[in-house]
């Protein structure tokens, strides 16, 4: 009971602290809105608004219909480009497409010939590249289904259904991983450097001279920490995301905030184990980048966890982003509840307590070094 | 008439609604001493700071060495002839560099020769006795030590005006005196040079001609010390001033009794605190050796000693704060035990530095602590009222006490360090910067809560007034106890007329040291020809003295060299071969409602195909959505029943593909596949079907992936993945670097020195553009062999592009520590501003050019995006300077443009 009366009365002065930074309350305000609503509003999920330049050596009717169907938002307006240019237009990454329609197309199209069609492709731009020829051809056969010998009708149509997101809205998801990139950060970096500024300073030593067990600090400080940030992670939920970019989330919102406390248990308690790690600040700021770095992009929330060699996989599901990325989806979109998404709750819970039991080790080793 | 050093008319200076100067007037002829004194938070610092140009002028007229310190003209030729020594130990002095080290550093600044330097350094340490230590870092030297260092390298050049705020507060008396025989030889061979000095110490002010007074801002007295002495009847300085002070004040007119201090009861052989060979070693140093003392319940016991000699480390054991490596302390008759929280609540500890919190009014500090020791309401509230009242607090109670004076901060510290009524309290250097009227106060309280209460009190201190009011004191030395007995016991034991000359006896007994040799080298160099006054332009030497302080910095932080190149390599392993935006083996389930030849036909497709990885298969719909929804599956193709029929009547059945949408980028993705393995598929069904004819296509479709034939991620991801890391570590590495000198003081150097902005800036970037350099090579490395990404481009364009790259990023780091006023925004800041631009929208994942809005804004107001083309494009698209000089121009504006913003955020002057 005295346990718990000091690390709420710790936690009360921790928030006390909070309320008197501003910098610290500024940069709050914006990883909670400017930052979320910034990318997810931008946001762009397979082929959008891709460059495109047509070299017509044809000049036809047929090859500037082709010209006019790559329409927006897949596509950004075509350009026409002369043929020599074309090595020169790619090479300097102008066009991400550059189709080429060779002279007498019409007339051999006309004429059943098969003509040839040219798409070159950049392909160093990985998200579009593939798709982006898929949907060309896919555009242009549409087009030239009139100029054909022969109707053809397609035996059985396929019909794609996105469930839990119709549209594949990408900013949907990227405003939940925006939310959790910033949680991660704030997590590590906050929990961490206050931790080495009261090395630093000397208010450690003044802490421990009080009757008060290292457990109570870390939990303290991990308390007020998590109570701050699931709060503005409501807020934002409600009014940048759902409110702003009207995302509709169909999952159970106290699931989710109670998940994300889990989940600042977790990277809290890795902040304090990185600064118990690092012997100066500048040593800390070094030796957060490769951890939280890796944390946000190879958490599955910026690219896919399933294309990456196994290896990587299972040192992924060692860290807490993963599972918090993949409860997120679940619950926000998918509308899953504890009955389905327990096995990833487990494992984030059990992550938490790893982190949290070696670092209050090292913290009650390095205050006593 | 002799030459004015200082002119000063109406000087004011404010810090927000905080009035630190009011209207200030006053002369001093050149070639004189002066002491500056006051109580804390008097203004004596901000003072000195606007006549050493270190703060900017608010309001006034101040002339200082024939010309008015506002121009900026005038103060640039004023830096070789001021020096200056800010407050605190060593707050100036680079902890990591040798004590030559140090003082090249500053000779350098001032335009030294190098020949020069050394003759200087050699007498300067030869005076100063440092010269055994010549080579020892900075940071490991005693706070006495550091004084004696911060003023080498003040004196190094030769000043007109030598400005000395609180240079021997925290220095044992031994080191203090050397100290000022230092400081009068240099005088004695420079006539001209006029001294200001601010004190603690009222002895030392009263050896100066001059003396200013300062209270609460304000010039309450000056003149000739003597004559501002005589005014009063005991002739002492510290009893004029407060005669002074209360002739100002007739509100604060506290004429209290002088310190009486009643006899110790007969001691009761009761032991409260016992040390018993006590023994504590860092490695292979022995902070404490064997020390052993013990002190009676009610006493008052004094701990003095030289800085650095094991107080502090011997109060902490006792405390528990550090294990003893040998020996035993008993405290209270319990063994002292790190996680005794018991005997915690009966001990009351105060540590050398206000370590409350700052940013909590005195009234909640009080409150906070007194739940931290379990008072209970009923009882904490009539205590906490009564502690304000006998401390004094109450007109402060609900100010925040990181604003308050020290002399009010170490009072809140020792009112909460008695609030729960210990029966020891343990104080490290309590009055350490405490004006001695407070100090006074100070000693009612401990005299009362020892005689009346009974409460053991164990302190340090450097006061010798103070060591007197101690029932016993103990002198420590490098770790060891020299003598412990009654103050006029010890007096008598080591001679002298005051208890001051006995210690420095016993001290310099104990060192086994002549006093400072008599025949002293000079430390000038005015015989010579003295080298021509440093120029005010830009210089390259400085510039290099800077870089390279920075550099041996660098060099010597192995751990965080580690870091910065690990950490690279690191980052390029895990995302050459993690980042990858192909899927391959989706987890995908069928559910077939038809189970005809037909639809089996249709489905071998996807189950051959190398980008699907089937699951069971689904039995209904709500196991469809069920399975989707846990993420089991991403993928589920739907067959209608009678799909056979209709198909082979021409009908056009109708599958059903339902994805996952959660995760929308591998639902696209996924749609794709499914689409071309649809397509692929159709001529197969139509030869089923009725109606549908085997057509021809109308066109042969070439599809030509460049420059990356096999759409390998690596090859795209591999150089801009570089790009990636080479924004995070070196933007991270400059990032503290003018915000740590910020918080730890010396930036004050920057300051007080010849330094030009461009010449910090640019000097503190070489050394990080260097390991960014070297982390270049390695990655480009790493891509080319470890991932085998062909490398067809031009590589001096790959070498143009990652130095001004580089630059750029370093840069940017730089103004990010030119604009944050901590080390914590500086990291927060770096990790934030260069996350999203970099992750998001460089071209890494999603190209630029499809990017629009306020994205593509970002994209391209940040130089990642940038360096990715570069990077890309020497790698993949065999490009060279010609296509890629927008880029590099580009990144060249980045660099100019972020050291153009940090030259206007850095200031030369506080403000």
Redesign the interface.
């Known amino acids: 009971m005295?346990r718990l009366?000091?690390i709420y009365?710790?936690g009360?002065?921790e928030l006390?602290?909070l309320?008197?930074?501003s910098?610290?309350l500024l940069?709050l305000l914006?990883?909670f809105s400017v930052?979320i609503y910034?990318?997810a509003?931008?946001?762009?999920?397979?082929v959008?608004?891709?460059?495109v330049a047509i070299v017509d050596e044809d000049h036809s009717l047929v090859s500037r219909k082709l010209g006019e169907a790559l329409q927006p938002p897949e596509f950004?307006p075509a350009v026409t480009l002369p043929y020599d240019q074309l090595d020169?237009a790619?090479?300097?990454?102008?066009?991400?497409f550059v189709i080429n329609i060779p002279v007498n197309f019409q007339s051999d199209?006309l004429a059943?010939r098969?003509?040839?069609?040219?798409?070159?492709?950049?392909?160093?731009?990985?998200?579009?590249?593939?798709?982006g020829?898929?949907?060309i051809?896919?555009i242009?056969?549409r087009e030239?289904?009139d100029?054909?010998?022969?109707?053809?009708?397609?035996?059985?149509?396929?019909?794609?259904?996105?469930?839990?997101?119709?549209n594949?809205?990408?900013g949907?998801?990227l405003a939940v991983i925006q939310i959790v990139?910033?949680i991660t950060?704030?997590a590590i970096?906050?929990t961490g450097?206050?931790l080495l500024?009261e090395r630093e300073?000397?208010?450690l030593?003044?802490l421990?001279?009080?009757?008060?067990?290292a457990l109570e600090i870390m939990l303290a400080k991990i308390g007020s920490n998590a109570l701050v940030v699931v709060l503005c992670t409501w807020v934002s939920l409600e009014v940048v995301v759902k409110g702003a970019l009207g995302v509709p989330l169909a999952g159970s919102m106290g699931l989710f905030l109670g998940v994300t406390a889990l989940y600042l248990f977790a990277s809290t308690a890795l902040g304090i184990f990185l600064a118990t790690l690092?012997?100066?600040?500048?040593?800390?700021?070094?030796?957060?980048?490769?951890v939280?770095?890796?944390m946000?992009?190879?958490s599955?929330g910026?690219?896919?966890l399933?294309?990456?060699?196994q290896w990587?996989q299972w040192?992924?599901q060692l860290s807490p982003s993963t599972h918090f990325v993949?409860l997120g989806?679940?619950i926000l979109?998918?509308?899953?509840d504890a009955s389905?998404v327990w096995p990833d709750l487990l494992a984030l819970a059990a992550i938490g307590l790893a982190f949290f039991a070696i670092a209050l080790a090292r913290f009650r080793r390095s205050l006593?070094? | 008439m002799t030459a004015l050093a200082l002119q000063a008319r109406g000087i004011s200076h404010r810090y927000g609604s905080l009035e630190a100067l009011q209207n200030i007037c006053f002369e001093l002829p050149a070639g004189t001493r002066c002491g500056l004194i006051g109580p804390d938070g008097a203004g004596k610092s901000s003072l000195l700071g606007l006549i050493a140009g270190v703060k900017k002028l608010q309001q006034g007229e101040l002339q200082v060495l024939d010309g008015s310190i506002r121009q900026r003209r005038h103060r640039n030729s004023l830096y070789p002839r001021i020096a200056f020594m800010p407050q605190g130990l060593g707050g100036n002095l680079y902890p990591e560099l040798s004590i030559s080290e140090n003082i090249r550093f500053f000779a350098t600044l001032f335009g030294l020769s190098r020949s020069e330097c050394d003759t200087r350094m050699h007498a300067l340490l030869l005076a100063t006795d440092l010269e055994r230590f010549a080579e020892r870092p900075a940071g490991k030297l005693s706070g006495g030590m550091k004084q004696k260092l911060g003023l080498c390298c003040a004196l190094i050049h030769e000043p007109d005006l030598l400005i000395l705020d609180e240079p021997t507060t925290g220095v044992d008396p031994l080191s203090r005196r050397r100290f000022w025989e230092l400081v009068e030889q240099v005088r004695g061979e420079r006539p001209q040079l006029t001294l200001l000095v601010a004190t603690a110490y009222m002895e030392e002010a009263e050896q100066f001609e001059h003396c200013l007074m300062l209270d609460r801002g304000r010039l309450i007295a000056q003149g000739l010390s003597r004559e501002l002495a005589g005014a009063t009847a005991s002739g002492k300085l510290d009893d004029a001033f407060t005669c002074y002070q209360s002739q100002q004040q007739d509100d604060r007119s506290r004429t209290q009794a002088p310190l009486v201090i009643p006899p110790r009861p007969a001691d009761d052989g009761d032991i409260a605190i016992e040390a018993h060979e006590l023994t504590l070693r860092f490695g292979d140093f022995t902070a404490v050796n064997k020390v052993s003392f013990a002190i009676g319940r009610g006493e008052i016991f004094g701990f003095l000693g030289s800085n650095g000699c094991g107080k502090t480390t011997t109060m902490k054991v006792l405390t528990g704060l550090m294990p003893a490596s040998e020996g035993s302390a008993t405290l209270l008759g319990r063994p002292v035990d790190a996680k005794d929280l018991a005997t915690r609540k009966r001990v009351g500890f105060m540590s050398q530095s206000f370590s409350l919190y700052g940013e909590l009014s005195v009234r909640q500090n009080l409150e906070l602590h007194a739940r931290l020791f379990d008072l209970n309401k009923a009882d904490s509230t009539p205590r906490i009222a009564e502690l304000i009242e006998r401390f004094d607090l109450g007109d402060i109670a609900d100010q925040q006490s990181g604003a308050l004076p020290l002399g009010l901060r170490q009072r809140l510290s020792l009112a909460v360090a008695v609030l729960h009524r210990p029966e020891v309290l343990i104080l490290d250097e309590p009055t350490s910067g405490v004006d001695p009227a407070a100090r006074d106060d100070f000693w009612r309280l401990l005299i009362e809560l020892s005689r009346e209460q009974g409460v053991t009190i164990f302190l340090s201190t450097h006061f010798m007034n103070e060591a007197l009011r101690c029932d016993r004191i103990s002198l420590m030395h490098a770790g060891r106890v020299l003598a412990c007995d009654t103050p006029a016991a010890l007096q008598q034991q080591f001679g002298g007329q005051t208890l001051e000359d006995a210690f420095v006896t016993c001290l310099e007994q104990a060192q086994n040291s002549s006093p400072a040799p008599t025949e002293a080298q000079p430390v000038s160099t005015t015989a010579e020809a003295a080298s021509p006054p440093p120029r005010s332009g830009f210089s390259f030497v400085r510039l290099f003295a800077v870089a390279t302080r920075e550099g041996k910095e660098l060099l010597r932080d192995r751990v965080r060299l580690a870091f910065a190149l690990l950490g690279a390599l690191f980052m390029m392993v895990i995302f050459g071969y993690g980042i990858s935006l192909d899927v391959e083996n989706l987890a995908f389930a069928v559910y077939d409602q038809d189970q005809s030849p037909q639809s089996r036909l249709y489905l071998e497709a996807f189950r051959g195909s190398r980008y699907f990885a089937e699951q069971a298969p689904i039995r209904d719909a709500a196991q469809l959505h069920k399975r989707l929804q846990r993420s089991e599956i991403k993928l589920a193709l739907e067959i209608p029943p009678g799909f056979g029929r209709d198909l082979n009547a021409g009908r056009q059945p109708v599958v059903a593909a339902w994805l996952d949408g959660g995760m929308p980028f591998r639902a696209e993705t996924s749609r794709n596949y499914v689409e071309a393995v649809h397509q692929a598929n159709l001529e197969q069904l139509a030869a089923l079907s009725s109606r549908a004819q085997p057509g021809q296509a109308a066109v042969k479709l070439e599809t030509r992936f460049r420059y990356n034939q096999d759409v390998i991620s690596v090859n795209a991801i591999g150089p801009g993945v570089m790009a990636l890391i080479l924004a995070f570590i070196p933007a991270m590495l400059t990032a503290l670097g003018i915000v740590r000198e910020k918080e730890l003081g010396s930036i004050t150097n920057f300051y007080a020195t010849p330094l030009t902005r461009l010449e910090f800036l640019l000097g503190k970037q070489a050394p990080y553009l260097l390991v960014s350099l070297v982390n270049l090579a390695l990655l480009v490395a790493m891509n080319r062999w470890l991932f085998g990404v062909p490398f067809k481009g031009s590589a001096l364009a790959l070498a143009c592009g990652g130095v001004l790259y580089l630059l750029a990023t370093t840069s940017l780091g730089l103004l990010i520590s030119a604009f944050t006023r901590t080390q914590i925004a500086a990291i927060l800041g770096t990790m934030i501003i260069t996350s999203l631009p970099t992750i998001q929208f460089s071209g890494l994942i999603v190209p630029r050019s499809s990017l629009d809005g306020a994205a593509a804004l970002m994209g391209q107001l940040f130089p990642a995006g940038y360096f990715l083309d570069i990077a890309v494009g020497t790698f993949t698209k065999a490009l060279d300077l010609r296509e890629l000089w927008p880029q590099c121009l580009a990144l060249f504006g980045f660099f100019a443009g972020f050291t153009g913003l940090s030259l206007i955020m850095l200031k030369k002057q506080e403000v």
């Open positions: 005295q009366a000091h009365r710790l009360l002065k006390t602290s309320r008197h930074d910098v610290l940069f914006y990883a930052a910034m990318p509003a931008g946001s762009v999920i397979g959008h608004n891709a460059s950004q020169q790619m090479d300097s990454g102008q066009y991400t199209l059943g098969t003509p040839e069609l040219q798409v070159n492709v950049d392909a160093t731009a990985m998200s579009q590249a593939f798709m020829a898929g949907y051809g896919r242009f056969e030239l289904l100029y054909a010998k022969q109707a053809v009708q397609s035996p059985a149509l396929l019909s794609p259904r996105a469930l839990f997101n119709p594949l809205e990408g949907w998801f990139n910033n950060i704030l970096v906050l450097t206050a500024r300073h000397g208010t030593d003044h421990l001279v009080l009757p008060l067990t690092a012997r100066s600040t500048p040593q800390f700021g070094l030796l957060a980048i490769p939280i770095i890796p946000l992009l190879l599955g910026s690219t896919p399933d294309s990456m060699p990587l040192v992924m993949s989806a679940a979109f998918r509308d899953a389905v006593a070094s």
